[in-house]
């Protein structure tokens, strides 16, 4: 998500702000937590909802037919 040439100061301050500098397991907790409330987050690629994205990308429901 950073510049081929991103400094070492660049790749710290983007891992500090996303929460990636965390123990995995904080971070697994912190995703948890928020999941449960449905809020998946921030798509690093699009930087908006993932849950949109998620639901658009899915199929549609079977019918029961």
């Known amino acids: 998500m950073l510049p081929p040439g991103a400094t070492a100061a660049q790749i710290e301050k983007f891992r500090v702000e996303w ?3 965390d123990p995995l397991p904080v971070q697994y907790w912190r995703f948890l937590k928020r999941a449960v409330h ?6 690093l690629r699009h930087g908006q909802q993932s849950l949109p994205l998620i639901a658009r990308g899915s199929p549609p429901p079977c019918s029961s037919r």
């Open 19 to 21: 929460g990636f500098a």
């Open 38 to 43: 449905g809020d998946f987050g921030i798509s």
